[in-house]
Structures are given as structure tokens and as C-alpha cells.
């Protein structure tokens, strides 16, 4: 097969951001995750947990906590604001002040028609939720202490808010406190400071639940508002609960990093009376567990420790399936590092600027296994700090390294690189076309000669470039009505082709030479997470987030022969299995033959020449083909050469 | 395992400025177990619901005026008794709202406490150690009392008991760091002087607790070094030698509490019921110090039941009525509810039977519902006219042995196990006592069929493991180990001696309790029981799969801890007995296998860690360029 030379990268300093808050909308199976930056991630929990959308963070937004209030998206922060997402541009809507001080919890009625604030001032302010916006409708009595939590009984006429020391309940009609019930302090030195009722969960047969800073689940009777059951979790805080839908299961995250399911079960077998009982506890994370979602087969959780955990629940799910597998969702599912590949540059994106770096060079040769002589090592070459409040959604450089771009959902800004000896160069563009303002990829041509942006409603602004400005050219629009954004760009190398794909799982081409569509590939039913477009025989390669690979032939029309074969035969089982997306693909210049692709824990190299591993292929095999004397590794060769020494965020 | 619940404040507290005292003089039952009766340690004596949390009346007496001793409630009159300022009774109803407007006598000689027990008769303690019945002394509140104790003697505590018919004082006296019990009967009234055994120079009791029980009144003390004695006094054989002769108290050490650095300060040992003791102000074995816990020991085991942290400042004072615990601690006074109930040794320790067992009793239980709802089948047709259980009770006592067992055998198949619970035990026991006083009875398939319903454990019927040993039926026997989870040690040695079997080898025990009972088996028995525990052991060393003999078998460690054991417990006969010498020798070159085992396992575990910081030290820098290869 062959020898590769790699480019041990580990000087990308990528951190991600600490999880805020979550919420997870049953019907479409969505959870929405906000983070430490503002930034609003989400999740397709039907299509193998794939992270769809990223709406960027902004500086002066802190989501403090997020509602689903049917399809539409709402938060609400430290910055006193509602925000609206608009999901289908993602960047926000609208913002609405609450007038209340940061906002601390935000929580929608069953009906979909109210939403419930708790500020800082100490009031609940209720808003209602119109077509086109939500509007101020009233206060409720105000409190002393800040509201920190709530929760809407699902008959939507009582709210239970928590608060510092205790909790209240709400006649949502009336606005009055209903009952006040007093949350015991912790003991000993804690005894002097307030207690914190971090989340409330208010049940159907007004059961209310609590956690708060003393490390205390509470079971209350809400018709009384008298304490059933205290159940002392941690030493420190319980600072999130999650409820099942048919509300028999809990679970409460605590400061330890401990996720501690309860559920609502006989304590003796055969009695009738059923009681919370701490069931389970769960240790995924290593610091504060900051947000949960209670789903119908597992509890997710996220915090402090940046990542996302999905804990099936084993006696909800088919044991040895892969819903039975533990899931955590570190990095995104999206490549945030680009590659000039004549040039020998690499570009990384993080929220507040972009590095460009240059790669190092080696000396002489060495056999399998060794690392080579760094000649000249890898150097920082600019880092460009972005402007305004706006995160960076996405960037591009250009393959000659000359062009540099990234977005905000406000502004792009385009810059040329000029590279005089040890000297860099580096021009904003000004005047940019004014189609130019909000686009949510961006790519350029493989003579860098044009950028490609895609915009609203799956549209592609093309822009062309020249030494000292660049103009509009013309914008490609798909035939069919998506209102959804473009989430993956590819030029190919010829410059004749544009293959796009859009969060409605359609992927368009474009013919660059007559500005035109040339063909919508057949819709498959899981998201496209990498496309490429084969440099010589102009195949597109398409892999989904279920795992699939197809390869469709541009000048045909239709899925190739090697696609059919594929697909008839099905996927090795192993393959199906791997909980990561394949975020790139690319080709090797030296054999036509060979799709190169990663996800983030191997690389891949698919020989087109090869027969395809069947069901009981070993496929993982390298280690045994490089047991066996040459002759007879033919023999035990398949199409799928797999690579798991590297972490891998991008391969050229 | 006994448990403490979750407690709740019945009320706040006023302690003393120097935190000494903690304000309550005493909390006394009302009308019910829902009912007490709180006195401050000044002026005022409040009633409380105490599920509610709330007080239902208060009465105080003057400004200047104080309460010498706890108020109690007289259940047969309604009526509540106190005594203000040494020598004035004061007895009023609750519908009474000023206490200054009651009912007041005044006695001859300073009260020490007032004593009812619930649905006793008000008894008064004087503190010169006389005492009278509430209604003799208030027929002529004037008259002489009499001295009971000696110069400097002063009274430290007392009770007052019920004990069958019987009414009793008892109360502890100090004299020059000498301490006496005095036990003082009421009608006809006797008085029993004991002295107490002395702790170490400079200790006198902290707290008393007494209860009686089978005939004999148990006193309960705890010493500021931890130790917890019990002393017992027969109720009998008082009055016979009455007089003011100091009899010795014999004692024995009930627990060793560990007090950590220092001695107790204010601390106190309460009896809950024969097996369990609460004890306040004692710190947790595995708290750190200065930290105060209420915590439930299990005196018959030795072992912490249940613990809680109390916060601020633990007084030494607890009552307990029915279930709830009432302690004063910081600034409130709070009720704590638990439960101690009928301890085993293996529930006590922890060591419960192996899962293992409990699947294969959950398999056997339901062929034996298939069994019986077969024979349930088969007995439908038949139409004889049915006994209750009652009927069937008082038929085992008299009929023949084929009545019984046709009888109970119907009964069984016709009710649901579940309805028949709890007559399972009166059958057995009614069976086990017949056939115990009746030689020619005995009955044992239908034993067979009750053990196999697993509604019974040891307790509830004692005789039965030794009846079927009696009557050498080891089916039976067998039965019992599978399915009681609570048999005693000696009787599971009493096994033994009858029969070698897994089972045995299997149930629960505890090293310290089995040595002594071990040492009963004769040398031949031992011999013969460790030739069956070799022949175990290589069994399974031969055998890579011990699973595959079936679940009943005993684990290799069992094996290996039931020879240590009996090895323990009769070495040196062995080494004297020439028969045992080859087995000897072949369990040494076991023991020999074993080190060697361990000693290999040590080694791996140690490559393996090895193995795994080579993994982590695999340091990859910033950067390389590295050469793969792919086939």
C-alpha cells in the first residue's frame, strides 16, 4: 500500500468552552447546549447525536439557561436579555431586556404559551409567546432574593421558584405566593451562609423536587408544602435536575461531577406505595455537572469539564446495541482547521481570533515507525484577532495562501497575505460586496481565484478575487425551498465544480462554468458530515453522520458502481459503530484509487481497488497484515485501511 | 439493621449562657405516644403533638417561683403533677389556664422528683431518699418524713418501673465517690441497698438507664471512659433481706465505646431493647473529633448500627418514647425516629447470603409453586368440608400424625402462601412443640413443605433446626441452612457435628463466635471434615471451572477459610493424633500453593503497572514528522 509521511500537529490550542445549559425538545429530538461563550449548539439525537448547528457565541451574552418553546429556540442571561434563535440563519432573532436584572432561569408552560423569568430582582416576569416575538405580560409578587429556578406544573397554574433559603409556589393566574417552603441550610460552617435552591422540578401530582448548595435533594408535598424526604447527595452543591417525561426517573448533577439517578419505586416489593429512591450514580465528569437532560433512554450531561455525556440508561435500552453505549461529545463535529495545501500552511479557527502557522520540514529518510529530523520548525506566522462582539462562525485560506477570510453572523472580512522572503503581509480588503454580510461557510477556489460564501435560504454568493479587489459575481440558488443554511462547501480542483449541502440533508451541484445547478444528488435521510469531489474522475464522495458512504458520479447523474457495491454489501458493523463524525475527505494525488478520510480518533485510507471487507472481515487489520510475510498480505487485504495512532481534526 | 430517620425540631431552646445546661429539665409522655410533656429548667412546662411540631398548651408558674423537677401526667386522673420550690405539689388539668389557681400542697420535706409511669399511679421521691404514693401523701401533705440516706449522700438519678404488678424507685446515690443503687418496691414496700463497682479513681457514672425485662430489672451505665456496663437484679428475690447492708452490684462490661482523646463530658446510654443501645455525645468511630453523633450500638454484636451527626452542642440528655428519640442539641430540641429490629448475626455484620443461594431459593420456591398448585388442582375435586387455620391449630395439638398432615397439607394448597404468612410460623411452632413433648409425633414432609414456603426464619422458630437434628432429619435440616438467613452459630456447629455439606459451609459466620463452638467437634469429626475440604480443594484446583459443579457449591475461598478455621481451632489435637498427620502435610503443601500463587500475582501485578506508565510516559512533543506505513 504504501508509506505516508504525517505531520504530527499538536500545537493547535483548541479549548472548548464549559456547558451552561441544556434542553432537549422531545419532539424532534433536539437538545440544545449553551456554553460558557454564549454559544448555542444542536444536537440531532435521531441522526447519531450529530452536532447540526452552531449558533456563535458574542461576548456580552451569557446564556444562563435555555427553553424550547415548540420548534422555536429562546435563553436568557446574565445580560438581563431573552434571546429568540433563529435556527435556520443561526445567529439570534431578536433580544427582549427583561428589566429584571441578569436572568438567572427561563422556563416555557406545557401549553406553549407563556414563558417564566427568574431575575435577579426577585421577581418572575412572565412573557407571552406571539407568533413573531414574546411580549411582557406581567411580574409576579416580588420577592426578597434573587429567583434562581423554576418550574411550571404541567397544568400551567402554578410555578415553584426557587430561591435563596427557600422555595416558593406561584398561582400562575393570580401571581400570589401560594406556599412558602423553607430549605434547610447546611451544617456546621455552612450553617451562616444561604443555601442556593438551584433547580426546582414541579411533578403532575404536585410533588416538587429540589436541589440546592447544601448538597441536598429535597422531596416536597406541594399541596401542603411540607418536606417528605431529604436525600444528602454531596458535600457540595446538586445544581441541576432533569425529570423523565412519565416523571418515574430523576437524576440531580452535583459539584462533584456525580450524576445521581432517583426513581419512583416501592422501597419493599409488592407494596403499593412508591417512594424516590436514589437508584444510580453516575461518574462521567470531572468537575461541576452544570446541565442535564433526563431522555426517554438516557440522561445527559454536561458541564464544567466541556464535554457532553450520554448515559444510556441500560434497563431502557437493547444491551449491545449502540444506543447502549456511553457517549461523549468533546470536540465539534465540524473541521475548524483549514489547510493550504501548495503552500504548506495551516489555518485555525477559534471563537476570538485565527492562527496561521507554518509547517515544518524534514531532513533525510527514515523506515515505518520513526520520526523524522524537524529541519525548520513550525511557526506562527499571524494571529489576527477578530473585530466587534460577534464570535467567529467560520474561516478560510485560500490553497495558495495568498487569501485569508472568516465570519461573524454580523460581518466577513477578507484579507490578502503577501509573503516577501521571512516577511508576511497581511491587507484587509475593504469595500466588500454588500451581499457579503452573513454567511455561514466560506470556501475558495482551487486557483484562489474566487470565494464562495453560502448565505440565507441555501444560497452561494461567488465572488471573484483579483490583486487588488474583489467583486460580485453571481449567486447560486438551489431549485428546491430550503430555508435552511449550507453547512459544507467543496470546489473542485478542475474549478468546474460546487458541491454544497444543507441541514436539510440536500447536497446541490454547481456548474462554475455556466453558473448553473448541474444536479441535486438523491436526499438520503442522515446529514452529510463530509463531501469532496474527486479530482480526475469528478466523483462526489459523500459520508453521512450515520456512517454511510456514497460516491455519485457527476457526469452521470447517478450513484456509481463501487457506491451500489457498497451499499448492497452494507457496512462492516465496526464501521457503523465508531461514535464520531467523518469530518473530511480528501484524495491521494500519488493513486486515483484512494479516499482518504478521517473522524476524530483515526484516519482512513479507502482503496477503491480492493475487495470490501464483508461482515466477518477482520477490519481493523493493520496490525495482523504487518504479521504476515508479503505474499500472503493479499490475501488478507480489504478496501478499509485504518489508521488509530492520531487524533485527527484535518488530513491533506 | 436498626436505622435513624429523618428528625425534625419539635421546638427551640433556651440553654444556659455557658452552654452547660441545655434548658429542659424533662420531657415526660402524655396521653398517648403522640403526646409529651416538656419542663424547662425554670418556669414553665409546655405540651407538645409532637408529629405536628407544635405546642398545645403552656403553664408557668410566678416570677420567683421555680420547678425543683420534670412535670408528669397522672393518665388515670388527666391530671398533670409538679413541684414548685422544693415542697409545694401543684396538680392541675389541662383546661386550667393559670397554674397559680390549681391545686397546691405543701409537704414536710424537700421533693426530689415526681415518677409516673403511663397508666401508673404518681409516685414521690423525697431527697433524703423516702418515698410515697402521691395519694398517701396528700391525704396528710404534713406528715413526718423519714431519712433514708446517710450524711453527704445525695441523690443522682432515678426511675420509676413497672415490673409485672409491681411498682419501683430506683434510684443512685453518691457519697464520697462511692456510688449506690437503692431499689425501693412499693406495696408491700421493700428498699435493697447495692453498691456500685468502682471505675477508675476520679469516674463516676454519667448516665443511667434502666428497663426491665424476663424478671429482672437491667441497669444500663456509661462511664466518662467509654464503658458501658450492665448490671442485673432479680425482682424476686427482693424483700428477703432487707436492710440498710450494702450488697455488691455485680456488673458486666456491655461495650467499649471509643472516646477518642480525653474522657466524655456530657454524654448518656439509653436502652432501646435487649440488643440495642443509643448513646449521645460519643464520637463516631470513623468521624473526626469534635464532631457530635447520636448513634444506635448493637450490644450483642458489638457493632455501630446507625449514626447521626447532631449540630451544636450535644447536652448528654435523650428520652426515648416509643420509637422517637428526643434530644436536645444546640439551640433545639429534636426528634428522632428509628427502628431496631430482631438482629442476626449476618445482618448485624453485613454478610448476608450469597447471591448465588438467593436465585437458586427464588428457582426452588417456584417449583414449589408449581407443586402446589398442582396439588391444589388434584384437591379440587375433592369435597370434604375445609378447616380454618385456627381449626387446623387446635386439630395438631391432639390428632394423629396422618390427620395433621392431611390437614395442614390442605390448608397450604388451598390458601395463597402470601394470606398464609404469618400463620406459617404458629403452625410450625405448634408442630415443633408437639412433636417435642410427643415422641411418636413427628411430621416431616409437611415441616418440609412450611420451611420450603421460606415465610419462616431461626427466629421464629428456635427448635426446629434441633428437633429435625433430634430426629435426624437431614433433609430437613439441609432445608433450614438453604432458607433461614438468621441461624446462630452454635446451632449451624450442631450441623456440623451431625453432617458435613456445602450448605453448611455456606452460611453466614463470624470468626470470633464460630472458634469456640468449633472446638466441640471431637478430633475423628475433624479429621473427617477436613479430608472433605481437601477433597473440595482439589477438586477445584483441578478444575478451571468451579461454575460448571453446580450452583450450590462453596467458593474456593470458602473452602480455604473453613480449613484455616478448623485448623485454628484444633491444631494442637491434631498434631498429637497420628491419623491426622499425612492431612497435615498435604493442607501444608496447600498453603504453600497458595503463597506462591499470591507471591505470582503480586509479581504480574506489578509488570501490569509497569505496563501502564510506559503508556502515559509516551511523551509526544509539540510536532514531529512521522513515517507510517500502511498494508
Redesign the interface.
Known amino acids: ?11 493547535f490550542d483548541y479549548m472548548p468552552s464549559a456547558i451552561r445549559a441544556m434542553a432537549f425538545n422531545r419532539q424532534s429530538e433536539r437538545l440544545a447546549v449553551a456554553r460558557a461563550d454564549g454559544a448555542v449548539e444542536i444536537f440531532n439525537f435521531s441522526d447519531n447525536y450529530f452536532q447540526e448547528k452552531v449558533i456563535p457565541g458574542q461576548d456580552s451574552r451569557a446564556v444562563e439557561a435555555l427553553c424550547w418553546v415548540d420548534q422555536r429556540l429562546f435563553s436568557g442571561g446574565l445580560n438581563g436579555e431573552i434571546t429568540e434563535y433563529d435556527l435556520e440563519n443561526l445567529k439570534p432573532r431578536y433580544t427582549v431586556a427583561a428589566y429584571g436584572g441578569p436572568i438567572w432561569t427561563i422556563s416555557s408552560n406545557n401549553q406553549g404559551t407563556m414563558l417564566a423569568l427568574g431575575c435577579e430582582d426577585g421577581t418572575v416576569k412572565m412573557f407571552e409567546v406571539l407568533a413573531e416575538k414574546v411580549q411582557f405580560q406581567r411580574n409576579f409578587d416580588r420577592q426578597k432574593g434573587r429567583i434562581i429556578s423554576l418550574s411550571w406544573h404541567p397544568s400551567g397554574t402554578l410555578i415553584a421558584a426557587g430561591m435563596m433559603d427557600m422555595i416558593r409556589v406561584f398561582d400562575a393566574e393570580t401571581g400570589h405566593a401560594t406556599h412558602r417552603l423553607l430549605v434547610e441550610r447546611g ?2 460552617a455552612s ?1 451562616s451562609r444561604e443555601v442556593v435552591v438551584w433547580s426546582v422540578a414541579f411533578l403532575s401530582d404536585h410533588t416538587i423536587i429540589s436541589g440546592d448548595s447544601a448538597g441536598k435533594v429535597q422531596i416536597w408535598d406541594g399541596v401542603t408544602g411540607t418536606l417528605l ?2 436525600h444528602l447527595v454531596t458535600k457540595w452543591d446538586v445544581l441541576a435536575l432533569s425529570v423523565s417525561q412519565d416523571q418515574s426517573s430523576l437524576v440531580a448533577g452535583t459539584s462533584e461531577g456525580t450524576v445521581i439517578q432517583f426513581q419512583l419505586i416501592s422501597s419493599t416489593v409488592g407494596q403499593q406505595d412508591k417512594e424516590w429512591v436514589r437508584t444510580r450514580t453516575f461518574k462521567n465528569h470531572s468537575h461541576d455537572v452544570r446541565a442535564l437532560a433526563h431522555t426517554e433512554t438516557a440522561v445527559v450531561s454536561g458541564g464544567m469539564d466541556t464535554q457532553l455525556v450520554v448515559r444510556p440508561l441500560l434497563d431502557k435500552v437493547e444491551k449491545n446495541t449502540q444506543e447502549s453505549s456511553l457517549r461523549k461529545i468533546v470536540f465539534p463535529h465540524r473541521s475548524l482547521v483549514c489547510c493550504a495545501k501548495k503552500a504548506g500552511l495551516l489555518l485555525f479557527q477559534f471563537p476570538e481570533h485565527l492562527e496561521l502557522w507554518r509547517l ?1 520540514e ?1 531532513e533525510g529518510h ?7 529530523t ?1 529541519k525548520t ?2 511557526e506562527k506566522l499571524i494571529q489576527l484577532k477578530r473585530k466587534g462582539e460577534d464570535h467567529i462562525c467560520c474561516s478560510a485560506l485560500s490553497p495558495c495562501g495568498g487569501w485569508m477570510a472568516y465570519s461573524t453572523v454580523s460581518s466577513v472580512r477578507l484579507y490578502r497575505l503577501q509573503y516577501n522572503n521571512n516577511n508576511i503581509g497581511i491587507t484587509k480588503v475593504s469595500r466588500l460586496p454588500k451581499d457579503l454580510c452573513s454567511v455561514h461557510q466560506l470556501c475558495f477556489s482551487s486557483d484562489s481565484s474566487k470565494l464562495f460564501a453560502s448565505s440565507s435560504h441555501s444560497s452561494v454568493i461567488v465572488v471573484a478575487l483579483n490583486q487588488q479587489e474583489c467583486t460580485y459575481l453571481h449567486t447560486l440558488k438551489p431549485k428546491s425551498s430550503s430555508r435552511q443554511p449550507v453547512h459544507l462547501l467543496f470546489a473542485s480542483e478542475d474549478g468546474k465544480w460546487l458541491a454544497t449541502a444543507n441541514t436539510d440533508c440536500e447536497i446541490h451541484i454547481y456548474n462554475l462554468d455556466k453558473l448553473k445547478l448541474h444536479c441535486t444528488v438523491p436526499v438520503y435521510s442522515s446529514y452529510p458530515t463530509a463531501i469532496a469531489i474527486h479530482p480526475l474522475t469528478s466523483n462526489l464522495v459523500v459520508v453521512h453522520a450515520d456512517q454511510q458512504i456514497f460516491e455519485y458520479s457527476l457526469e452521470k447523474k447517478e450513484y456509481t458502481e463501487w457506491s451500489r457495491k457498497l451499499q448492497k454489501l452494507g457496512l462492516h458493523s465496526l464501521w457503523l459503530e465508531r461514535d464520531t463524525p467523518v469530518t473530511h475527505i480528501t484524495f491521494n494525488s500519488r493513486n486515483p484509487a484512494h479516499i482518504i478520510l478521517h473522524d476524530m480518533f483515526m484516519f482512513c ?1 479507502i482503496d477503491q481497488s480492493l475487495p470490501l471487507p464483508e461482515a466477518k472481515t477482520l477490519l481493523y487489520n ?1 496490525m495482523t ?2 504479521s504476515v510475510p508479503e505474499p500472503e ?1 493479499i490475501r488478507h ?1 480489504h478496501a478499509f ?1 485504518i ?1 488509530k ?1 492520531f487524533q485527527v481534526w484535518s488530513s491533506h | 439493621m436498626a436505622a435513624l430517620y ?1 428528625g425534625y425540631t419539635l421546638c427551640g431552646l433556651v440553654p444556659a449562657q455557658n452552654l452547660s445546661h441545655s434548658g429542659i429539665q424533662g420531657i415526660e409522655q402524655e396521653r398517648d405516644s403522640d403526646h409529651v410533656v416538656v419542663t424547662d429548667s425554670t418556669r414553665s412546662v409546655t405540651l407538645y403533638k409532637v408529629s405536628d411540631q407544635k405546642p398545645l398548651g403552656s403553664w408557668t408558674v410566678k416570677q420567683g417561683q421555680s420547678l425543683v423537677c420534670s412535670a408528669v401526667f397522672n393518665s388515670q386522673t388527666k391530671e398533670y403533677v409538679a413541684v414548685s420550690d422544693n415542697r409545694v405539689i401543684r396538680i392541675w388539668k389541662e383546661e386550667d389556664i393559670l397554674l397559680d389557681k390549681a391545686f397546691k400542697a405543701t409537704v414536710s420535706s424537700d421533693v426530689w422528683r415526681v415518677h409516673c409511669v403511663h397508666g401508673g399511679e404518681p409516685v414521690v421521691l423525697f431527697q433524703r431518699g423516702a418515698v410515697r404514693l402521691l395519694d398517701s401523701l396528700l391525704s396528710a401533705p404534713q406528715q413526718p418524713i423519714e431519712e433514708i440516706l446517710v450524711q453527704e449522700e445525695a441523690i443522682r438519678w432515678s426511675t420509676n418501673i413497672v415490673a409485672e404488678t409491681q411498682q419501683f424507685v430506683i434510684f443512685t446515690t453518691e457519697q464520697k465517690g462511692d456510688h449506690f443503687l437503692y431499689l425501693q418496691r412499693l406495696n408491700p414496700n421493700t428498699l435493697q441497698r447495692y453498691r456500685l463497682e468502682r471505675e477508675e479513681p476520679g469516674l463516676g457514672p454519667l448516665s443511667f438507664s434502666a428497663s426491665y425485662r424476663d424478671k429482672h430489672i437491667h441497669l444500663l451505665y456509661l462511664y466518662p471512659n467509654g464503658h458501658v456496663y450492665q448490671s442485673v437484679v432479680s425482682v424476686r428475690g427482693l424483700g428477703t433481706e432487707e436492710g440498710t447492708q450494702a450488697l455488691p452490684l455485680p456488673r458486666s462490661l456491655l461495650l467499649s465505646l471509643p472516646v477518642g482523646e480525653g474522657l466524655l463530658e456530657a454524654a448518656s446510654a439509653m436502652v432501646l431493647d435487649e440488643a440495642h443501645v443509643a448513646v449521645v455525645g460519643v464520637p463516631h468511630p470513623s468521624a473526626g473529633a469534635g464532631k457530635d453523633f447520636l448513634c444506635i450500638w448493637n450490644t450483642n454484636f458489638q457493632t455501630l448500627q446507625a449514626g447521626k ?1 447532631m ?1 451544636g452542642k450535644i447536652y448528654g440528655q435523650l428520652w426515648c418514647y416509643s420509637n422517637k428519640l428526643f434530644i436536645p442539641h444546640g439551640k433545639t430540641l429534636s426528634v428522632i425516629p428509628f427502628v431496631c429490629p430482631k438482629s442476626s448475626l449476618a445482618s448485624a455484620l453485613g454478610k448476608l447470603k450469597q447471591a448465588k443461594t438467593e436465585v437458586l431459593s427464588i428457582m426452588a420456591n417456584q417449583i414449589n409453586f408449581t407443586l402446589l398448585s398442582m396439588q391444589r388442582m388434584s384437591r379440587k375435586t375433592q369435597s370434604t368440608p375445609s378447616l380454618t387455620t385456627d381449626q387446623v391449630l387446635e386439630l395438631i395439638k391432639t390428632a394423629p400424625v396422618e390427620d395433621v398432615e392431611k390437614e395442614v397439607e390442605g390448608l397450604l394448597s388451598r390458601s395463597d402462601i402470601q394470606d398464609l404468612q404469618p400463620s406459617v410460623g404458629q403452625l410450625v411452632s405448634v408442630l415443633v412443640s408437639r412433636s417435642l413433648t410427643d415422641p411418636a409425633f413427628y411430621t416431616p414432609s409437611t415441616l418440609a413443605q412450611l420451611v420450603h414456603t421460606q415465610c419462616l426464619c431461626h427466629s421464629v422458630c428456635p427448635d426446629l433446626v434441633l428437633l429435625a437434628l433430634e430426629k435426624k432429619d437431614y433433609f430437613l435440616c439441609q432445608l433450614c441452612l438453604q432458607f433461614f438467613p438468621d441461624i446462630p452459630e452454635a446451632v449451624t456447629c450442631a450441623c456440623l457435628k451431625a453432617f458435613i455439606r456445602n450448605e453448611v459451609l455456606q452460611t453466614a459466620y463470624s470468626d470470633n463466635f464460630l472458634l469456640p463452638h468449633l472446638k466441640d467437634l471431637s478430633s475423628q469429626h475433624v479429621v473427617l471434615f477436613l479430608q472433605y475440604l481437601q477433597f473440595l480443594y482439589l477438586k477445584y484446583s483441578q478444575d478451571a471451572f468451579p461454575q460448571m459443579h453446580g450452583l450450590r457449591s462453596p467458593s474456593l475461598t470458602q473452602i480455604m477459610d473453613w480449613v484455616c478455621l478448623v485448623l485454628d481451632a484444633h491444631f494442637t489435637v491434631l498434631v498429637m493424633t497420628p491419623e491426622a498427620k499425612g492431612l497435615l502435610l498435604n493442607l501444608h503443601s496447600f498453603v504453600k500453593s497458595q503463597v506462591r500463587l499470591v507471591s505470582e500475582l503480586g509479581k504480574i501485578e506489578g509488570s501490569l503497572q509497569e505496563l501502564n506508565k510506559m503508556k502515559v510516559n509516551k511523551d ?12
Do not use: W
Open positions: 500500500m504504501g508509506e505516508f509521511k504525517v505531520h504530527r500537529v499538536r500545537f451544617v456546621g450553617k424526604r431529604t515544518g524534514s527514515g523506515k515505518p515507525g520513526d520520526s523524522l524537524v520548525k513550525p485510507i493493520q497484515l504487518r498480505r487485504s485501511k489508521c495512532n | 429523618e451527626e449540630a509526544v512533543g509539540q510536532y514531529s514528522i512521522e513515517i507510517i506505513e500502511l498494508f
